[in-house]
């Protein structure tokens, strides 16, 4: 079964006021997981610093995921977005999602790197 993980990122030292960016993201994470539960395997959390990733259930729309997050954060905020499509070996959800692993995993952290690298907002890699 192939779920889909989203990892995104914020270049957050750029921002002039850090604190308030991270405090509204957590905001958005909680309304984000409120309002697409149905969806979310596992909910999104912060990992590292300005970084937040999910994991959706199989064949789930994860676009809405993604225009969610673009039309609450401030205009001047981008984002990079990296997507895996794929299994998960450790699959038990009582977790937090930094807690899960597999290809999912592993693609949407390549996606993700491949995304800043190249300067796209958003990659999918699929297995």
Known sequence: ???ITMIFDINSRAYPDR?????LLIDL??????QFAEMLAAPF????GDEWQGLLKPDMNYLQIIDFFKFNLPRDI??????GI???TIS???LTVNQLDGPAFHLAREALLYAKRKKHSL?????
């Open 86 to 88: 794929g299994p998960i």
């Open 19 to 23: 604190t308030a960016l991270q405090y």
């Open 123 to 127: 990659v999918i890699l699929t297995n």
């Open 1 to 3: 079964m192939n779920y």
């Open 78 to 83: 981008s984002f990079y977005t990296g997507v």
């Open 29 to 34: 994470l909680k309304r984000c997981n409120t």
């Open 45 to 48: 959390i912060i990992t590292l």
């Open 92 to 94: 038990n959800f009582e």
